[in-house]
């Protein structure tokens, strides 16, 4: 990996937005390892996430240990590529801290769009929300990745708008925390805001969810499941296709709150 000196690195983290480069094996691997998605959107989905995670990690972990001597490690490895296929975001874990990877591939970030798996699923909420930058466009040994701030779930809980339709939280960027060091700074204190327990999913509507969702044809599940429950809920489905075309692999007995407009 190509990252900038170690002094410009330590300014980006305290002062700026942390620009990191992306060399082009990493392209090929994150490439290579991200084929075996059901369609186009859930292997591009995974392309990003996969070429996210890597490269910030491998920068995190170098400087972990210079700095303090902690370390970070990835949040439910195994379960990554069933939760790619459908969800945007990658857990990582510093310490008693749950970061959230949201990368996004774009020339400027105007917001951070968090989805709302990671913000009202108990098991799934994090303390911090990284809203992540992605140029893949221009000539691979050009590509790089910036890191532009991040978020609390408190302030995505409270001031975070709402999008029914994609389902997810919006902030705007200037309403994100740039120096990263605050993070660390942070460590121990309550980030989370807290979220009602959710009720778990009966075999019967788990099964009708499931006869529902195993096609191939349904690019986003978590937005074609919408059958009422108690108190207006539905529930999360994570599918994948593999190379035996076992479409569901991984069902989450986990209802979300659906929101009003």
Known sequence: MNFYSSNLEKKSLAEENLWLNISRPELKKAYSQTQNYSNTLARYNAYLNSICLQTFLSWLQGWLIEESQLQSSICDRDTLP???????????????????????????????????????????????????????????????????????????????????????????????????????ITQGLQMQEQIPALPTLSEDDARKLLEKLASPCIYSPRLQVDIPLNNGQHCWIIQNGDNDCTIVVWVVCSLLLVKSV
């Open 82 to 184: 069933s939760l790619w296929e459908v969800v945007n975001g990658t857990a990582i874990q510093i310490v008693d801290s749950r970061i959230i990877l949201i990368p996004c591939e774009t020339m400027d970030i105007e917001e951070l769009r968090v989805p709302q798996e990671w913000v009202d699923i108990p098991s799934f909420v994090g303390d911090y929300y990284i809203a992540v930058q992605l140029n893949l466009e221009a000539d691979a040994n050009d590509c790089w990745m910036g890191v532009k701030g991040f978020a609390t779930h408190k302030q995505l809980k409270n001031f975070g708008q709402y999008n029914w339709r994609e389902r997810d939280y919006i902030l705007p960027a200037e309403s994100l925390t740039k120096n990263l060091m605050v993070m660390l």
